[in-house]
């Protein structure tokens, strides 16, 4: 089975910091990756995807991830914080047989400070 | 527009009921999904299906049932419930394709005591 590590179970930055979420995943083989955003009390919303295009994916609100083999990483940022962006984030990978089945990382909620 | 929707949004029970939560999808989308989301574990998946009357277990299956009779609906049955089954249960749904993407319902708040 896949696995999905999100480094920092809390991150905090001031509004207008860059935003830095990261994600690691075990494959040799590159899956389709995913983040999602969950704000409270609600269910989860897609932010962007990979899917083996190119590999500097642009999402919603502002949001963008890079895809690195190498290593293995599928790193969410956001050049400049709001307010709005708080909430709790999770990376998601496919199966590497099944598409159609995620494993997702144990989430990051982010708090921004004004 | 198309949507997921979750009932009850939230349900108290007591140890040893059985108890049965909905999810019914308008996309009509062919897999739909049953996670539960508990603090410092993210989302695990507890069943899926791929169609009508195709059911598979996910990593945190025992004590969960689903059936699939028709394409809209995928009820998620907690047997025999138990205190560890207290969590936020999501249901989700995806299309055969490209882009794999999950679309996600608003979640259902079960509490066992």
């Known amino acids: 089975a896949q696995s999905v590590t999100q480094l920092g179970s809390h991150v905090s930055v001031s509004e207008g910091a860059l935003v830095l979420l990261r994600c690691n995943y075990s494959s040799s083989v590159p899956p389709y990756l995913f983040w999602y955003v969950q704000y409270p009390n609600q269910g989860l919303q897609l932010l962007l995807k990979?899917?083996?295009?190119?590999?500097l994916v642009k999402g919603i609100n502002g949001f963008e991830a890079e895809f690195k083999k190498s290593e293995t990483s599928f790193h969410l940022t956001k050049p400049s914080a709001h307010m709005s962006d708080a909430a709790e984030y999770f990376c998601?990978?496919?199966?590497?047989?099944?598409?159609?089945?995620?494993?997702f990382g144990s989430g990051t909620k982010l708090n921004v400070k004004p | 527009d198309a949507e997921i929707t979750q009932s009850p949004r939230h349900k108290i029970t007591e140890t040893g009921r059985q108890v049965t939560l909905a999810c019914h999808q308008t996309w009509n989308h062919n897999n739909m999904f049953w996670y539960r989301q508990d603090l410092g574990h993210g989302l695990r998946l507890i069943h899926y299906?791929?169609?009508?009357?195709?059911?598979n277990k996910g990593e945190v299956s025992d004590g969960y049932s689903v059936s699939r009779s028709n394409t809209e609906d995928l009820p998620l049955t907690l047997e025999s419930a138990a205190s560890s089954q207290t969590s936020v249960y999501f249901c989700?749904?995806?299309?055969?394709?490209?882009?794999?993407?999950?679309?996600f319902g608003p979640g259902t708040r079960l509490t066992v005591t």
């Open positions: 989700a749904s995806s299309d055969f394709g490209s882009s794999y993407e999950q679309y």
């Open positions: 299906s791929y169609g009508v009357q195709d059911t």
């Open positions: 990979y899917t083996s295009a190119a590999t």
């Open positions: 998601a990978v496919s199966d590497r047989y099944n598409f159609n089945k995620f494993y």
